[in-house]
């Protein structure tokens, strides 16, 4: 007869460790019910096509900024004076600085990318509709303080760049009648710079992440998670239908391989490009001209439409106004508040108050679609006014004084007399480009809506 022997301590350590898992698991579903709640929540459907999991892109870009921003916090310096010595320093001395400073600015770029790409899947297949309007409104939220998000950091550095464009927006803020010069001195704290650095610091790392953190969750999971998804035709015919697959295992398998997918593909862009050199455009200097770069494609329809704006100014009781530096800032205003309201809108031109589960192909939908594609196609337009730029005069210096650094080149340099002539052809192109796209979008859609 055979005598049992003694388990070995590894195949006790593993049973003792399934047995207290298993009673801290009871013990707690007994006082906090967890497991009556869960189960659903893993049950819960979740859509298959490739278009749903553009928010999840976003989210992810997110989270890889919180994390690469919380280390570059460590070592920046919010001082006027060493603001910029600190950014080099993190590029150049600190380790793996400079990779942390590209896995933040190309975090930044695939998150405002996502959100946009995100924005237009639900706009053209009417997403925003009863009962999300809600969610619509945080995501359209989320736009604005990315972009404005986006802004603070790249000014933070303190270079050359970042400061001309704080610069410009103290000139916006200084053309505004009556109050301009008080919103200006509050926010750079007297004439410029002042303190404006430590106040973009402050309102970058604390205040508008803080609200970002409570509007994504908000959005990405309380909102979302409450309500029924949305439902391609492709899959379903009727409103109250549910398709999909499980959350676990199915959808978490692929919430995984999308996180993996944007993490690596956001290093192997800080790895390989190279952006924003600081050392390359030198410290901010009073008086000398910007860096040729090209701004962010984010930045590009702010600064496109400053550049096709005509400087006029209009003298009004001995006082000098600029409206043409208006213009640009309430475009935007316009737009932001336009997109907010946008499924009310709707709703009170079409009449249309039921609960909408199924999505529309954008043929069903012509008016909405060309709508869209003429908004796409005017600031395409106001984008196209940075690709150009005048060739600067010829200057030699004189020996007493400093050479300047080399900054990266223009996208496209031609000389004076071609860059009026191409400004004027984009002037033209912001007024009848739009209406063509619009009416040529309502045809196709039309047709495309009555063949199928």
Same mark, same amino acid.
């Given at each position: 007869?055979?005598?049992?022997?003694?388990?070995?301590?590894?195949?006790?350590?593993?049973?003792?460790?399934?047995?207290?898992?298993?009673?801290?698991?009871?013990?707690?579903?007994?006082?906090?019910?967890?497991?009556?709640?869960?189960?659903?929540?893993?049950?819960?459907?979740?859509?298959?096509?490739?278009?749903?999991?553009? $928010?999840?892109?976003?989210?992810?870009? /997110? #989270?890889?900024? !919180? =994390?690469?921003?919380?280390?570059?916090? *460590?070592?920046?310096? @919010?001082?006027?004076?060493?603001?910029?010595?600190?950014?080099?320093?993190?590029?150049?001395?600190?380790?793996?600085?400079?990779?942390?400073?590209?896995?933040?600015?190309?975090?930044?770029?695939?998150?405002?990318?996502?959100?946009?790409?995100?924005?237009?899947?639900?706009?053209?297949?009417?997403?925003?509709?009863?009962?999300?309007?809600?969610?619509?409104?945080?995501?359209?939220?989320?736009?604005?303080?990315?972009?404005?998000?986006?802004?603070?950091?790249?000014?933070?550095?303190?270079?050359?760049?970042?400061?001309?464009?704080?610069?410009?927006?103290?000139?916006?803020?200084?053309?505004?009648?009556?109050?301009?010069?008080?919103?200006?001195?509050?926010?750079?704290?007297?004439?410029?710079? $002042?303190?404006?650095?430590?106040?973009? /610091? #402050?309102?970058? !790392? =604390?205040?508008?992440?803080?609200?970002? *953190?409570?509007?994504? @969750?908000?959005?990405?999971?309380?909102?979302?998670?409450?309500?029924?998804?949305?439902?391609?035709?492709?899959?379903?015919?009727?409103?109250?239908?549910?398709?999909?697959?499980?959350?676990?295992?199915?959808?978490?398998?692929?919430?995984?391989?999308?996180?993996?997918?944007?993490?690596?593909?956001?290093?192997?862009?800080?790895?390989?490009?190279?952006?924003?050199?600081?050392?390359?455009?030198?410290?901010?200097?009073?008086?000398?001209?910007?860096?040729?770069?090209?701004?962010?494609?984010?930045?590009?329809?702010?600064?496109?439409?400053?550049?096709?704006?005509?400087?006029?100014?209009?003298?009004?009781?001995?006082?000098?106004?600029?409206?043409?530096?208006?213009?640009?800032?309430?475009?935007?205003?316009?737009?932001?508040?336009?997109? /907010?309201?946008?499924?009310?809108?709707?709703?009170?031109?079409?009449?249309?108050?039921?609960?909408?589960?199924?999505?529309?192909?954008?043929?069903?939908?012509?008016?909405?679609?060309?709508?869209?594609?003429?908004?796409?196609?005017?600031?395409?337009?106001?984008?196209?006014?940075?690709?150009?730029?005048?060739?600067?005069?010829?200057?030699?210096?004189?020996?007493?004084?400093?050479?300047?650094?080399?900054?990266?080149?223009?996208?496209?340099?031609?000389?004076?007399?071609?860059?009026?002539?191409?400004?004027?052809?984009?002037?033209?192109?912001?007024?009848?480009?739009?209406?063509?796209?619009?009416?040529?979008?309502?045809?196709?859609?039309?047709?495309?809506?009555?063949?199928?």
């Amino acid at each position: 007869m055979a005598t049992p022997t003694k388990p070995k301590r590894r195949a006790r350590f593993v049973a003792g460790s399934a047995k207290t898992a298993a009673g801290t698991a009871i013990y707690l579903d007994e006082r906090l019910p967890f497991g009556r709640w869960l189960r659903p929540q893993l049950r819960k459907l979740f859509p298959s096509h490739w278009s749903f999991l553009l $928010g999840e892109l976003a989210l992810y870009a /997110f #989270v890889m900024l !919180v =994390l690469t921003g919380t280390f570059l916090t *460590l070592f920046y310096k @919010p001082n006027p004076d060493v603001a910029y010595d600190s950014v080099v320093e993190i590029s150049l001395d600190v380790r793996g600085g400079l990779l942390m400073r590209q896995l933040h600015h190309w975090s930044a770029t695939v998150f405002v990318l996502a959100i946009v790409a995100h924005l237009c899947r639900v706009f053209f297949t009417g997403a925003f509709r009863r009962p999300r309007e809600v969610i619509w409104m945080l995501g359209v939220l989320l736009f604005g303080l990315a972009l404005f998000e986006s802004f603070l950091g790249v000014s933070l550095p303190a270079d050359q760049l970042g400061m001309t464009g704080l610069r410009q927006a103290q000139g916006v803020l200084s053309s505004i009648p009556l109050v301009g010069t008080y919103l200006s001195a509050f926010v750079f704290d007297g004439g410029f710079p $002042g303190q404006v650095i430590p106040r973009v /610091f #402050v309102t970058h !790392v =604390l205040l508008v992440p803080g609200i970002l *953190l409570a509007a994504v @969750p908000l959005h990405a999971l309380v909102l979302t998670w409450r309500q029924k998804h949305t439902e391609r035709r492709a899959t379903a015919t009727a409103e109250d239908k549910v398709t999909g697959g499980p959350f676990f295992p199915y959808f978490a398998v692929k919430n995984a391989a999308t996180a993996l997918f944007t993490i690596a593909a956001i290093a192997a862009l800080a790895t390989l490009v190279r952006v924003n050199p600081v050392w390359e455009h030198g410290a901010y200097r009073p008086g000398a001209a910007p860096p040729s770069a090209q701004p962010f494609w984010y930045f590009g329809v702010l600064d496109g439409a400053q550049r096709l704006v005509p400087p006029w100014e209009v003298t009004v009781g001995g006082f000098t106004l600029q409206p043409g530096l208006w213009i640009p800032p309430l475009i935007l205003a316009v737009f932001f508040g336009a997109l /907010f309201l946008y499924p009310f809108a709707e709703r009170r031109r079409t009449g249309d108050v039921r609960v909408h589960h199924l999505l529309d192909r954008p043929a069903q939908a012509p008016g909405r679609t060309a709508s869209g594609v003429a908004v796409i196609t005017f600031f395409t337009v106001l984008w196209a006014g940075t690709w150009v730029s005048p060739a600067p005069p010829a200057v030699r210096p004189q020996a007493s004084f400093p050479s300047e650094g080399r900054a990266p080149a223009a996208l496209l340099t031609v000389p004076a007399d071609v860059y009026e002539a191409v400004v004027l052809a984009l002037r033209i192109a912001v007024f009848v480009l739009p209406p063509l796209a619009y009416v040529l979008t309502r045809a196709v859609c039309r047709r495309r809506d009555r063949s199928t």
